[in-house]
């Protein structure tokens, strides 16, 4: 059975392969093109603000629309249903949070990274320090999920089912990654994310509108099949799911309710906390195009998870949970699957490779995001005081880069396996809990101070990370990372409910049990500079 089904799932291998080259081969030379203009510290880490508000709105959409979107999402919906599509609510929403809140603030306040806004009117090497180290943490917990998903797809591409081949296609796509950071840059890595976008969005419609065909355009259809198709499963805890009703897999014990509600709370303000995100508001010109670039990802990625709706039951309906779940990659298989299902070894091969683009251009984004921010506010700021070069900071970057890829491909391998949408709530989480409040406070509260951000930074991060640590999600049952050992204390797998509004509370206690109210003139000069964007460009060292 096993053998039969893997070359099912794999289709033709060499027209898999085919088509990712001929895409990594036409981005290379976009990127290379782009490489032209990298001179200066502007153009590498931001691309000198160079692009308008709806490319910039495309590239946010290719940026936030990752492995989890395309592979995790669908997957989720395909076996629990209901409660799968809340991962898809709970993004979506999360962009309502980032374009009210931070925004056309952030874009005005900053210039390179997010700890130009954090450190303004506060002490700045600290402040730099620990914002520069929730950058990376959340970087890495992202890159963790984007390598994972490149080792479950990679088996449904070239037919490799054991872990040491996934895992050499894990550093591959490391390695190539850094090839595109280190060549073109942010401009490089927008236009990548553009192409991206573009290729994911129209193949999730195409395949969306091959589904409704199959059951004659009528949506009731495919979700009666779907659930028939449950109640079918081999698997006694599958067949008794009601994927038409909430419950599958958040539903039970009041652990279980709980969970779901720290994931939702997670996914709701992670995103106006995610580094990557934010430093995307830097690369247009202006706040309004910043503002304009928001509407225009809000748009596309409102209509792409109304398409994974359709694709999950649609696997469903015409795959099967047990399919999916038997193959590699498992829940992340189901949306090649269905490929595979409507058109073929060629589609299965268009859709692979696009989702394989996804994984490169994302990760490719959250290198340099990190990459920059190392540079900018770690070495530039912490270091060397303010007295490093444009062309120290790139190189700096540079070599960043190269020791994100090796360890994000080590993490990658050991989270080969997991659903991709949950580990990349685990990033959100840590986003909510390490950055939101500090920004929130820092573009609002006047009285906010050094010692209240710190709080809330190093106190958001920490508890979320010691809690992930101790949690289902790493240890103690069957799905976790590390089955074989049980260290879990904390019942629930997403900390979310504990750690963001801890984090918020530490913001305000560090802040009132200090007696720095810092400089009027500077308080008044960010109040200016945030509603207005007079003086952006000086927002660097000082």
């Known amino acids: 059975m096993t053998t039969v089904l893997a070359a099912e799932t ?3 291998p060499a027209i898999n392969i085919s088509i990712f080259i001929a ?26 603000g160079g692009f308008s ?91 963790l999920a984007q390598m994972a998903g490149a080792g479950g797809l990679v088996a449904l591409l070239l037919d490799i089912h054991d872990r040491t081949g996934q895992s050499i296609v894990i550093a591959v796509v490391g390695v190539l990654m850094i090839a595109y950071v280190l060549i073109g840059g942010m401009k490089g890595t927008t236009w990548v994310q553009i192409i991206k976008a573009v290729l994911l969005i129209v193949g999730a419609a195409a395949m969306t509108f091959m589904v409704l065909g199959k059951f004659g355009f009528n949506v009731s259809e495919i979700l009666g099949q779907a659930q028939s198709a449950m109640g079918e499963s081999s ?60 509407v225009w ?21 015409l795959v099967g949970p047990d399919k999916i779940l038997a193959a590699a990659g ?35 984004g959250l290198a340099i995001t990190a990459s920059a921010s190392f540079a900018h506010d770690i070495y530039a700021s912490v270091i060397k005081r303010g007295k490093a070069s444009e062309d120290d900071q790139v190189k700096v970057s540079r070599r960043c880069i190269v020791v994100l890829g090796v360890l994000s491909i080590v993490l990658g391998i050991l989270a080969n396996g997991q659903n991709i949408a949950f580990l990349v709530a685990l990033a959100f989480a840590v986003a909510a809990s390490a950055n939101l409040p500090t920004i929130v406070y820092s573009l609002y509260w006047k009285r906010f101070n050094t010692r209240g951000a710190l709080w809330s930074m190093y106190g958001g991060l920490i508890s979320c990370i010691v809690l992930i640590v101790f949690s289902p999600a790493v240890s103690g049952g069957a799905k976790a990372m590390i089955p074989s050992a049980d260290f879990a204390w904390f019942p629930l797998s997403n900390p979310g409910i504990i750690s963001i ?23 008044a000069e960010m109040e200016v500079r945030s509603l207005t964007g007079v003086g952006a460009e000086a927002a660097t060292a000082h």
Do not use: C
């Open 10 to 12: 794999v289709g033709n």
């Open 53 to 143: 508000g709806p490319q910039n709105g495309i590239a946010i959409s290719g940026d936030y629309l990752s492995a989890a979107s395309f592979l995790g999402i669908a997957g989720a919906i395909a076996v629990y249903g209901y409660d799968g599509f809340l991962y898809s609510i709970g993004f979506l929403v999360a962009w309502l949070v980032a374009l009210l809140l931070v925004a056309e603030l952030l874009r005005n306040t900053g210039r390179f990274t997010m700890a130009d806004v954090l450190s303004f009117r506060l002490k700045e090497r600290p402040v730099r320090m620990a914002a520069a180290l929730s950058t990376l943490v959340v970087s890495l917990f992202y890159l």
């Open 501 to 523: 509004p801890l984090a918020f509370v530490l913001g305000v206690v560090g802040t009132l049990t200090s007696p720095d109210r810092g400089e009027p003139g500077r308080n």
């Open 330 to 364: 498992k829940e992340n298989a189901a949306a090649p699957l269905l490929a595979l299902e409507l058109g073929g070894t060629v589609l299965l091969g268009v859709i692979s490779a696009v989702a394989f683009a996804t994984i490169l251009a994302v990760v490719a």
């Open 235 to 294: 698997d006694k805890a599958v067949a008794a799911r009601d994927v038409l009703a909430p419950g599958a897999q958040y539903g039970g014990s009041t652990t279980s309710k709980i969970n779901f509600l720290s994931l939702g709370l997670a996914l709701v303000l992670g995103t106006a906390g995610l580094p990557h995100v934010l430093m995307r508001f830097y690369t247009v010109p202006t706040a309004k195009e910043a503002r304009r670039s928001v």
């Open 23 to 48: 895409f990594v081969a036409v981005t290379m030379v976009v990127v290379i093109r782009a490489n032209r203009k990298n001179a200066s510290a502007s153009e590498f880490f931001t691309a000198g």
């Open 297 to 317: 990802a809000i748009s596309l990625i409102g209509a792409f998870y109304l398409f994974t709706l359709i694709l999950g039951y649609g696997a469903a309906a």
